[in-house]
C-alpha cells in the first residue's frame, strides 16, 4: 500500500516528492536495521543470568540493564522488564557454579547457605518438621532443629526458671508405614503427622539479654531418626516489604503457618533491635522460626501484641548466629541461679507458744 501511494503522482504533485518518500522509507528501514544489529549485537555479549521472582518463578536470559527499579531481559523476540519489587534474586552464571557449595555451610551446631526460591507450601513441607514444641512445667513455646546432633534453638524466656522440658517433634508418615519409636500408631495407620516426645532434654547455653537458648534432644531415645534441620540466613539482605512466613505453635495450635511481609528491620525496643512483621505472632510461637521466601530462616520470633494485629517482633538471625558461634560464652551452669535454676524457699518450722514465751 505504501509503495502503491508512493508511486503514484496526481495532477499537480512535485514529481521529486515519491523519490523523497521512497528515500526516508529506505532510511527508515535502515536505521531498523541497525538498531536490530546494535540490539542484537548488546544481548550476544550480555552476560546471561536467572532471575528469581517473588513465588518461586524463574527467568533465565541474557540481561540488558539492572537498576533500583528491576532489571530489563532480552527474550530474542521481546525485551521483558521486571519491577525490583518482584525480583527476590539476580545471580549470575559464575555465581551458580558455586552456588550447591552454599547451600549447606557447616558451621559446626548449625548451618547457613542461599536457598532457590520455592513456593510457602513447597518450604513447610520440606523443613516444617524441624520445628517442634517446647513444654515446660508452666506452659510450652517453639523452637527448631539446627543440627542433626539434635541442637534445638528457641527463646530464653520459654525455658527461664525451668530445668526439666520436653520437646514434641511432629514427624510425617506416609499411610500405613510402621510407626517410629515412640510415635502414633494411628497417625501411621492413617498417613499424616505423628507426635514423638523427647524428654530427655539438656539446656546447652542462655542468654537472657537476647532471649535466645540453645537446648539438645537425645536422638538415640527415638532411634537417632532425627529430620532436616533448617538453614539459617548468614547475608543480612532483609529488605522491608519482603514476604516472611512463621512456623509455630500459638496457644498450642500445632504447627501453625502464618505469613506476612517485614514491615521493618530497624525496629528497636529496650536498646534491643528486632525485626518487625505483621505476620502473626501469638503466645506458643516463641521461640519459633520466621523464614523468607527461600526458606533460610531470618528472625527468631520473639514477641506479638494480642490487642493489635499486624504487630509482631523477632530476633534477627545475625544476632541468632553470633549466639551460636560463641555459645561457650553462655553456657548453662546450674550452680548460677541466672542461669534458669528454679530455688525452692527453705523450709522453716512455725513459732510455738514454747518459743514465744521463753522469748519473753
Request: hydrophobic residues 40%; proline residues 6%; neutral net charge.
Amino acid at each position: 500500500m505504501i509503495f502503491e501511494r508512493v508511486g503514484r503522482t496526481g495532477r499537480g504533485s512535485n514529481p521529486a516528492l515519491p523519490k523523497r518518500a521512497a528515500g526516508r522509507l529506505w532510511a527508515g528501514l535502515l536505521a531498523a536495521g541497525a538498531l536490530s544489529l546494535v540490539v542484537a549485537v548488546s544481548a550476544w555479549g550480555a552476560e546471561i543470568v536467572t532471575v528469581t521472582l517473588v513465588g518461586g518463578g524463574r527467568v533465565t536470559a541474557p540481561l540488558l540493564r539492572q537498576s533500583d527499579e528491576g532489571v530489563v531481559l532480552d527474550l530474542g523476540h521481546d525485551v521483558l522488564q521486571i519491577p525490583a519489587k518482584r525480583v527476590l534474586d539476580v545471580r549470575r552464571e559464575d555465581e551458580a557454579a558455586g552456588e550447591q557449595a552454599r547451600i549447606a555451610a557447616d558451621r559446626g551446631i548449625f548451618r547457613t547457605g542461599r536457598l532457590e526460591a520455592r513456593e510457602v507450601p513447597a518450604l513447610v513441607r520440606r523443613f516444617g518438621e524441624a520445628v517442634v514444641m517446647v513444654r515446660n512445667p508452666g506452659g510450652l513455646g517453639t523452637g527448631f532443629l539446627v543440627s542433626r546432633e539434635g541442637h534445638l534453638v528457641t527463646n530464653y524466656h520459654v525455658v527461664e526458671k525451668h530445668t526439666q522440658l520436653q520437646v514434641t517433634m511432629f514427624r510425617r508418615v506416609a499411610a500405613g508405614a510402621r510407626p517410629r519409636e515412640g510415635g502414633s500408631a494411628d497417625a501411621a495407620a492413617a498417613g499424616g503427622f505423628e507426635k514423638v516426645e523427647f524428654r530427655r532434654v539438656k539446656i546447652i547455653a542462655l542468654q537472657p539479654l537476647r532471649d535466645l537458648a540453645i537446648l539438645q534432644i537425645d536422638a538415640e531415645e527415638k532411634g537417632g531418626d532425627l529430620p532436616e534441620p533448617v538453614v539459617i540466613n548468614d547475608r543480612n539482605d532483609l529488605r522491608v516489604g519482603d514476604m516472611v512466613f512463621a512456623i509455630g505453635n500459638p496457644l498450642g495450635m500445632e504447627r501453625s503457618v502464618t505469613q506476612g511481609i517485614v514491615s521493618s528491620t530497624t525496629r528497636t525496643i529496650d536498646q534491643v533491635r528486632l525485626i518487625q512483621t505483621d505476620a502473626a505472632i501469638n503466645p506458643g510461637n516463641s521461640g519459633g522460626p520466621i523464614f523468607n521466601a527461600r526458606g533460610e530462616v531470618v528472625a527468631v520470633a520473639c514477641a506479638g501484641a494480642a490487642v493489635f494485629d499486624g504487630l509482631a517482633f523477632g530476633i534477627p538471625s545475625s544476632e541468632l548466629i553470633d549466639f551460636l558461634v560463641h555459645r561457650d560464652s553462655y553456657l548453662f551452669d546450674e550452680s548460677q541461679p541466672q542461669n534458669g535454676v528454679t530455688y525452692l524457699p527453705p523450709p522453716f518450722r512455725p513459732r510455738s507458744p514454747e518459743d514465744e514465751s521463753a522469748k519473753e
